[in-house]
């Protein structure tokens, strides 16, 4: 009776093994598919939508870098957090993104999009349409995608962003 008691358990304990193995192995490949960086774009423009500085900032890796047109670069998570307050304290965007390629390489991705929308200054309350190129550059960090260079420019010939 032990043995036959042991035998449904033992084919329990190996299916439970077996299906571990498999979440695991989703998990593992999940962290390569493209789609987790679109996730991340998807974050970034619902945090500029709603001035959420901290949300921006822990997108980015420690080291992050943001380049804007005319601007210099601005390094690292206290300098991303001072940039981010600056452009609410100032402006109010409400951007989409359309990713238009990704990459993935190891611990390195990448990804090129456009992104268009509204953008509101708030001194005179004037809005225009705008519309930007951009490519992002990812580097996985404790197994999660973090951006580590997010570069845009105008994709409007002649025109620059509000300011």
């Known amino acids: ?34 789609a987790r960086l679109v996730a991340i774009m998807d974050s970034y423009a619902a945090a500029l939508r709603a001035n959420n500085v901290e949300a921006l900032v822990a997108l980015y890796a420690s080291n992050g870098v943001f380049m804007r047109d005319n601007m210099p670069a601005v390094v690292g998570r206290e300098a991303l957090r001072a940039a981010y307050r600056e452009v609410f304290a100032t402006l109010k965007v409400d951007l989409g993104f359309t990713i238009q390629e990704t990459e993935v390489s190891g611990d390195m991705a990448w990804l090129r999009a ?39 420019a105008t994709s409007q010939p002649g025109v620059g962003p509000a300011k």
């Open 1 to 34: 009776m032990p043995a036959h008691a042991s035998l449904p358990s033992r084919r329990a304990l190996l299916a439970a093994a077996a299906a571990i193995s498999v979440v695991g192995t989703a998990q593992a490949q999940g962290s390569d598919d493209p």
């Open 114 to 152: 456009t992104s268009s929308g509204r953008i509101r200054v708030l001194a005179t309350g004037m809005e225009s349409a705008e519309a930007f190129n951009l490519v992002v550059i990812f580097r996985r960090e404790a197994g999660a995608w973090k951006i580590r260079n997010y570069i845009y």
